[in-house]
């Protein structure tokens, strides 16, 4: 009988050197506003998969995607100068 063994690596994958670098922890924070508009379409979306969609929901969905590609709108043009907004 083989036994399975997890490796050292797999187990402490969470090692200090591990973590992210503050450049990438400000590019996450950077692109945060745009993560939430996109959850909240999501949740739009999901919200209205059960019930047949009226003029309301269908606005509702309309006004969170145009949130979404504000959000992109932002951060591709915060992109190009190196700032965060």
Do not use: C, K, Q, Y
Request: aromatic share 2%; charged share 25%; no cysteine.
């Amino acid at each position: 009988m083989e036994h399975i063994v997890t490796l050292a690596a797999a187990v402490t994958a969470f090692a200090p050197w591990l973590e992210p670098t503050d450049a990438e922890l400000a590019a996450i924070e950077t692109e945060a506003p745009l993560i939430a508009a996109e959850v909240e379409e999501l949740d739009t979306v999901i919200a209205l998969m059960d019930r047949p969609v009226n003029e309301l929901d269908a606005r509702r969905a309309r006004r969170a995607h145009a949130r979404v590609l504000a959000a992109r709108a932002a951060l591709a043009n915060t992109a190009g100068t190196g700032e965060a907004a």
